[in-house]
């Protein structure tokens, strides 16, 4: 018998790579980045050359009114710190973003969940959903200016209260240092919980009826099913929005200069109106570029725990 070999498989051929396909290849490499490069030209030019520019402002004296500027060291963040005016400014700053992100949290639950409920019926809903937002559509000007003429010492708030006995005479809110930092934090807590309710509101939607109905099976009442269902569904929703909501309202400009100017006697100095006034009133831009990096190192702060909350999510 003759015995059959196998034929020998044929050698592999190498594929030749042509300076063409090479070209062809590098090319789709690069198409996302050529995407992209539109914003992140945007990005460089709006925020990364200014950003690098405020933080060599802040190292040199006399910048910019000065054709030669020398370099100053952190003498200008000496200055800033040692200001009584900055830490008046810090100390206000803390309170008004506190308080006001406390009290957007409470109020925007409370309206979200009284939306929420089935007491109400569908017209009524309606209706408060329209008186509850209108707030949030007004600009920051318009609400300034209306609630400059509302806390006038003859305005309709002091007629209100003398009429209810509540005041004997009028009350000039945003002239008196003892009051205007709470009346300014009034304004911007009406102006800013129809954002939390819409938010909330969304998230109490979201919520499974099947939790309440397992929740009232075990027999709890309506305040056990609030703490053990209706708010840990919420913290995470919660806890976004407060950060955030701390890093606008550190930076909250437009309301407190509209209204007050970051008076009387400071009483309502932000960190925002202190390195405006620093810059376009005192003509320091060297003592307004320290004061700049500063927030900036305060809101990254904000931003760090606002990143590290979403990435646990």
Do not use: C
């Amino acid at each position: 018998m003759t015995s059959v070999t196998a034929p020998k498989p044929a050698a592999p051929t190498e594929e030749r790579v042509t300076p063409g396909r090479t070209r062809s290849i590098l090319a789709r490499r690069l198409i996302p980045y050529g995407y992209l490069s539109p914003t992140v030209l945007l990005i460089v030019v709006l925020m990364v050359v200014p950003i690098v520019m405020v933080i060599s402002y802040s190292f040199q004296d006399n910048v910019i009114v000065q054709e030669n500027p020398v370099f100053a060291g952190f003498a200008n963040y000496t200055k800033v710190l040692t200001d009584p005016n900055f830490l008046a400014a810090l100390t206000n700053t803390a309170i008004f973003i506190t308080v006001s992100t406390v009290a957007h949290l409470v109020l925007g639950l409370a309206f979200a969940m009284m939306l929420n409920t089935q007491l109400l019926g569908g017209v009524t809903k309606a209706v408060f959903r329209i008186v509850y937002i209108l707030p949030w559509l007004f600009t920051i000007a318009v609400i300034a200016v209306i609630w400059r003429l509302l806390l006038d010492p003859s305005g309709v708030v002091n007629y209100v209260l003398h009429t209810l006995g509540l005041i004997q005479e009028g009350v000039n809110w945003l002239g008196d240092p003892g009051k205007a930092l709470w009346a300014v934090t009034f304004v911007n807590i009406w102006s800013g919980y129809p954002f939390f309710m819409i938010s909330l509101l969304a998230a109490l939607q979201g919520i499974p009826n099947d939790l309440y109905e397992a929740a009232a099976v075990d027999g709890t009442n309506w305040v056990r099913r609030f703490i053990h269902v209706t708010l840990p569904q919420l913290r995470p929703v919660m806890v976004s929005m407060g950060v955030l909501d701390l890093i606008w309202t550190s930076q909250q400009f437009a309301l407190i200069w509209m209204t007050t100017g970051g008076g009387p006697l400071h009483a309502t100095e932000m960190l925002s109106t202190y390195t405006y006034k620093q810059a376009f009133s005192e003509y320091e831009f060297a003592t307004a570029s320290a004061a700049a990096v500063i927030v900036l190192l305060l809101t990254m702060i904000l931003a760090f725990f606002y990143v590290r909350q979403q990435r646990e999510r």
